[in-house]
């Protein structure tokens, strides 16, 4: 079974930038679509960034322009880049692979993105 592994989150400023990295247990991974959710609290968990098999990438409203999310098949490892990071950004970021409506993997233990004011 694929294992998932998030890390690189943080306390930093608005304004401030962080590096997500998600760790993935097998070269299933290159065969699979990536995406980056996020939960904040007393908030249902969303998708915030989706990476296809063939590098095409979708991003929320909220978070385009200022989120970046790519892939190293090589190193089965998927990131995700933020900028201008804002207070609503605040959350526990995960990595998941998303086949249509259901997900390939059990959830990762995530990661806690806490941006301040």
């Known amino acids: 079974q694929v294992q998932l592994v998030e890390s690189g989150g943080g306390l930093v400023q608005a304004g401030g930038s962080l590096r997500l990295s998600c760790a993935t247990s097998g070269s299933i991974f290159r065969a699979k679509n990536v995406g980056w959710y996020r939960q904040a609290p007393g908030k249902q968990r969303e998708l915030v960034a989706l990476m296809t098999i063939g590098g095409s990438t979708n991003y929320a409203e909220s978070v385009k322009g200022r989120f970046t999310i790519s892939r190293d098949n090589a190193k089965n490892t998927a990131y995700l880049q933020m900028n201008s990071l804002k207070p609503e950004d605040t959350a526990v970021y995960f990595c998941?692979?998303?086949?249509?409506?259901?997900?390939?993997?059990?959830w990762g233990p995530g990661t806690q993105v806490t941006v301040s004011s």
């Open positions: 998941n692979l998303p086949m249509g409506s259901t997900l390939y993997a059990p």
